[in-house]
């Protein structure tokens, strides 16, 4: 059975942020045992073509992971990324960036962080395999 909720959650923003004419209220990461769910929630979106997510051990050390495109205002976001658990680290933080619709992209405007069991050797070595074949 996959662990789901006992994964620690170390910061949930929720206050609202306002940047670059996006408001976004919530950025949230949390470990299902296999995968580590990204959501957050936006009210506003102005100018706005996509979110860039990243993820690093720290948020100073940050790359690029994937990009999901806007949908516009009052719109719920979720990715996953089931790459995570291919690592030995326990630990990951995550960021949004901004992209407009010129490209011109953000500094990193939102940060979560997520702490998720041990996992096995063999554990990585099957989600290895699985992606393969994905």
């Known amino acids: 059975m996959k662990k789901s909720s006992n994964?620690?959650?170390i910061?949930?923003?929720?206050?609202?942020?306002l940047i670059s004419g996006t408001l976004i209220h919530t950025f949230v990461a949390t470990s299902n045992g296999d995968a580590i769910n990204l959501?957050?929630?936006t009210s506003i979106?102005?100018?706005i073509k996509e979110f860039e997510?990243?993820?690093?051990r720290d948020k100073d050390n940050l790359a690029p992971i994937a990009r999901v495109t806007a949908k516009g205002n009052n719109s719920n976001y979720t990715?996953?990324?089931e790459n995570a658990y291919k690592t030995s680290s326990t630990f990951y933080s995550y960021g949004l960036i901004l992209v407009d619709n010129s490209g011109s992209r953000s500094q990193v405007v939102?940060?979560?962080?997520?702490?998720?069991d041990n996992v096995s050797s063999?554990?990585?070595t099957w989600g290895s395999i699985k992606a393969l074949f994905r």
């Open 122 to 124: 063999v554990k990585r």
């Open 53 to 56: 997510i990243l993820r690093g």
């Open 11 to 17: 910061l949930l923003l929720s206050l609202s942020t």
């Open 7 to 9: 994964i620690l959650l």
């Open 79 to 81: 990715y996953v990324d």
């Open 45 to 47: 979106e102005e100018n």
């Open 110 to 116: 939102m940060h979560t962080q997520v702490v998720h």
């Open 39 to 41: 959501s957050w929630e």
